[in-house]
């Protein structure tokens, strides 16, 4: 949605198994982020990337893993580790500056229900 | 994490009513952005304010920053079906690339 691809919107996965999900932009835009979002809850930032090769935890790291070979693409890969995957994850990237002193806003995904069983 | 609390958490109004949510913080800000998501959806970007004081209008949603860059809020008046969804504040962590999002608050009108 609006440049930014999330594949699977849904996505059902057995307890211990990892899974890797997708985020694709072609927007043009450096940085990258990914955010989980529980039922009633607001977003909680997992990781982000400001460019290729680099990335930096969010707050809720552990269990979690991510890569940024490629500006378009930012996988992330739910492990065993995390305790309670079952969320909705959403990728977003963060769009540029037009003026000086300006901030840029965030452009989501339509995002990927994961569902544990 | 770090989350930040909005007020209020959940409202529901009649259609026609006026909705009105806060976004508080305890540190001065940069700047402060206001997303909507629609049940469902993906949250999508409203607006951005930056100067003291500041008020921007769009069409029936009021947007305000406070003058000591501590709090916003949005306001929206005469609500419609269309305005359903869960508002988030969101801003910059400290000069960062990280942003931190508000816990939101969820409107329902009621028609």
Same mark, same amino acid.
């Given at each position: 949605d609006g440049g930014i691809t999330q594949s699977?919107?849904?996505l059902f996965r057995k307890e211990g198994q990892n899974v890797t999900l997708s985020c694709e932009q072609n927007l043009n835009h450096d940085a990258m982020y990914w955010y989980r979002q529980d039922p009633g809850q607001g977003l909680r930032l997992i990781y982000y990337s400001q460019? *290729?090769?680099?990335f930096q935890k969010g707050d809720i790291a552990e269990g979690y893993s991510v890569s940024r070979e490629k500006k378009e693409s930012f996988p992330l890969t739910v492990t065993s580790a995390q305790k309670n995957p079952t969320a909705f994850y959403l990728c977003a990237t963060l769009g540029p500056s037009y003026l000086a002193h300006s901030y840029n806003e965030q452009f989501f995904g339509p995002g990927t229900r994961?569902? *544990?069983? | 994490?770090?989350?930040v609390m909005q007020i209020p958490q959940y409202q529901h109004v009649q259609e026609g009513e006026d909705f009105t949510t806060y976004c508080n913080s305890s540190t001065t800000l940069s700047n402060i952005q206001w997303y909507k998501q629609r049940p469902g959806g993906h949250p999508v970007f409203l607006i951005q304010l930056v100067k003291s004081g500041?008020? $921007?209008k769009q069409k029936r949603l009021t947007f305000q920053f406070g003058e000591a860059k $501590?709090? @916003? @809020?949005l306001h929206i008046t005469a609500t419609q079906t269309t305005d359903v969804g869960t508002y988030?504040?969101?801003?910059p962590f400290s000069g960062t690339y990280k942003y931190i999002f508000g816990t939101g608050t969820r409107l329902k009108v009621l028609a």
């Open positions: 699977p919107k849904y460019i *290729v090769n680099d994961l569902t *544990v069983l | 994490g770090q989350q500041e008020v $921007k $501590k709090n @916003s @809020s988030f504040c969101a801003w």
